[in-house]
């Protein structure tokens, strides 16, 4: 099942983590997972948030550009070495792993990992046949 990141562009300027934060706050929206990216000239702020809709709208409101981005969420057991047969399966697939970040959920000794991969349907397709599970928004509590 397919989950979708908001990636928002950011100047690289004091204080725009801390507004897109307090607006998401003000607005009642839950933050599942972040990541941020720099450069010299701007930042990447990538989210997984519970009500993706919602948030786009604000964000777009306050003048911000940003994009929708289909990731998955695989769940990994949360103990030493729990990643590793993904990403074996991953380099055995010659799947190419654009980035990837953990979510803030953990659930029952296991851990989410989000992947942005070159090859999604391949992607899913190979964790399902080995057994590993694929996390889908109602699990990770995430609407729209």
Do not use: W
């Amino acid at each position: 099942m397919t989950v979708y990141q908001i990636s928002v562009f950011l100047e690289n300027r004091t204080g725009q983590l801390a507004e897109i934060t307090q607006i998401l706050a003000d607005n009642q929206i839950n933050m599942c997972a972040i990541s941020i990216a720099e450069t010299s000239d701007y930042g990447v702020l990538r989210l997984i948030v519970d009500q993706p809709q919602k948030t786009t709208s604000i964000l777009l409101e306050k003048g911000f550009i940003l994009s929708k981005t289909p990731v998955t969420a695989v769940m990994v057991p949360d103990r030493p070495g729990g990643l590793a047969p993904v990403l074996q399966l991953i380099a055995e697939g010659e799947i190419d792993v654009e980035y990837m970040y953990s979510l803030f959920t953990h659930k029952a000794g296991n851990a989410y990992m989000v992947f942005r991969v070159s090859d999604n349907e391949k992607f899913t397709a190979l964790l399902s046949q080995n057994g590993i599970h694929v996390a889908d928004r109602q699990e990770l509590g995430i609407g729209d």
